[in-house]
T-cell receptor, first 116, second 117 residues
């Protein structure tokens, strides 16, 4: 069975602080994909990053960085120097093979509050 | 370019009724997925369609069905509505799908808010 756990329900930080959002996943598949999505107050989910199970390289995109560790089944997301506009719910998702395609499973999300 | 569009935006139905939700993917995208998002939770996968064929199915009862049309738009149908079906229904499109191509990033529409009374 596949599962995504985001243990942090809510995180509150002050602007310019660094913050890490945790994601732990479970799957028996050797081929799978991991994603992070952002859901701002407006409600529309926004794609942030995609990683396949064979690529453990960490990635940095501006103030965002991702740490993928297969040994601990984790795919953590760090925002450096957070800004108020980063306030949103962040979802980690796992996409694994299912009947000819892929089934995407989302975690429960972490709500991030960034205060000015 | 237009993003993923969904209609209607909001819908109120009575228990036992049937509902049809519609989705148009981003131009050039051939895969559409449907999700149910209950307040305070992550989206739950319902279906994925690619080239008009079902390519993935979540743990939802047979009251939920979907189809994809030749222009890649899609409909989600829910029969015999229950109070628990009240949720935000999200449609997402991606370039392609299928095991050979891998799982691509999805682009989400604004959703249809369904309220069942």
């Amino acid at each position: 069975a596949q599962k995504v756990t985001q243990a942090q329900t809510e995180i509150s930080v002050v602007e310019k602080e660094d913050v890490t959002l945790d994601c732990v996943y479970e799957t028996r598949d050797t081929t799978y994909y991991l994603f992070w999505y952002k859901q701002p107050p407006s409600g529309e989910l926004v794609f942030l990053i995609r990683r396949n199970s064979f690529d453990e390289q960490n990635e940095i995109s501006g103030r965002y960085s991702w740490n993928f560790q297969k040994s601990t089944s984790s795919f953590n997301f760090t925002i450096t120097a957070s800004q108020v506009v980063d306030s949103a719910v962040y979802f980690c998702a796992l996409s694994a093979p299912n009947t000819g395609g892929f089934k995407t499973i989302f975690g429960a999300g972490t709500r991030l509050f960034v205060k000015a | 370019d237009a993003g993923v569009t969904q209609s209607p935006t909001h819908l109120i139905k009575t228990r036992g009724q049937h509902v049809t939700l519609r989705c148009s993917p981003i131009s050039g995208h051939k895969s559409v997925s449907w999700y149910q998002q209950v307040l305070g939770q992550g989206p739950q996968f319902i279906f994925q369609y690619y080239e008009k064929e079902e390519r993935g199915r979540g743990n939802f009862p047979d009251r939920f069905s979907a189809r994809q049309f030749p222009n890649y738009s899609s409909e989600l149908n829910v029969n015999a509505l229950l109070l628990g079906d009240s949720a935000l229904y999200l449609c997402a499109s991606s370039l392609r799908a299928g095991l050979a191509g891998g799982s691509y990033e999805q682009y989400f529409g604004p959703g249809t808010r369904l309220t069942v009374t």
